[in-house]
C-alpha cells in the first residue's frame, strides 16, 4: 500500500474568538492547495480513499483534493485529529480492513502529527527530522505483510514551492 500523508493547506491564524477546531483555509491557503491539486493530477496521481481529520482547514484541504480529482473517496477519521494516535489508527483502522497491496490511501492532517507517523512508519520513532510544510505531502510505502513500524520506506517528500 501506498500511504500519502498531506499536511492541509495555509490557515487562518490563531484567534480568541475563533476555535482551533472551526479554522478555515484562507484565499491564498485555498489557492496553492488547488494549485498543488492540479500538479499532482498532472504527475498521474489518483488516490483510492482520502481520509481527513474533522478540522475544518483539513476538511476543507481534502475537498479541494477531491474536486480536482485526486479521487472520489472520503471520509472523516478522528485518528487524524491533532490528538490522533497512529498505534491506534493501525489497530482500528488500517490492519482489519485488508487493502489490496496497490491500494493508494491519502490521509489529510497536521503537524507535527503527519511528521511523527511518517517517521514512526519509518523508524519506528518519532526523531523530529522529518517537517512537513503546509499543502505539502510524504508518500509512504508500506510493506504487503507484518508490522510496517520501522519497516516502510519513504518514496516522496515534496514542500509545495516545487509543485507551484
Known sequence: MDLYLIRHGIAEEHQPDIKDEERQLTAEG????????????????????????????????????????????????????????????????????????????????HEPNLSHWAEILLWREAKDRLILKKAGMIGIK????????????????TPPKYLL
Not at 65 to 81: K, P, R, W
Not at 142 to 157: A, E, I, K, T
Open 30 to 109: 485555498r489557492q496553492k492547495t488547488e494549485k498543488v491539486a492540479q500538479k499532482l493530477i498532472k504527475l498521474g496521481f489518483h488516490f483510492d480513499l482520502i481520509l481527513t481529520s474533522p478540522l475544518v482547514r483539513a476538511y476543507q484541504t481534502a475537498e479541494i483534493l477531491i474536486a480536482t480529482g485526486l479521487s472520489s473517496q472520503l471520509e472523516v477519521s478522528e485518528h487524524l485529529s491533532p490528538e490522533g494516535d497512529i498505534q491506534r489508527w493501525l489497530q482500528e483502522w488500517l490492519e482489519p480492513r485488508n487493502y489490496p497491496h496497490q491500494t493508494q490511501l491519502a490521509l489529510v492532517g
Open 142 to 157: 508500506l510493506p504487503d505483510d507484518g508490522s510496517c513500524l520501522g519497516r516502510s520506506q519513504m518514496f516522496w517528500l
